[in-house]
């Protein structure tokens, strides 16, 4: 279809205005959305999860999200990653 693999996340959520504001994640082809550390030194970050039924990829659950920020887990060795499902 000619879309590209690393979308920002307004182009998979153009109604959620709060995904227009996440400028620092950002979606890996439809369904895994990725959240890099860009903080020197942190730890665990913010990540906007749109609404719908996400999964952490760190093994900590699944997410019933309503349009909500949830604080991640960030160590060294792990993006914080979440598998939309459907």
Do not use: C, H, N
């Amino acid at each position: 279809q000619g879309l590209p693999m690393i979308r920002g996340m307004f182009f998979a959520f153009p109604q959620d205005e709060k995904a227009w504001d996440a400028a620092d994640q950002y979606m890996f082809g439809s369904d895994y959305l990725v959240a890099p550390v860009t903080e020197y030194g942190a730890r665990q970050r913010s990540v906007y999860l749109p609404a719908g039924r996400w999964q952490a990829m760190d093994g900590s659950g699944i997410i019933e999200s309503t349009g909500m920020t949830v604080t991640a887990a960030a160590p060294l060795d792990y993006m914080p990653v979440y598998k939309r499902l459907a």
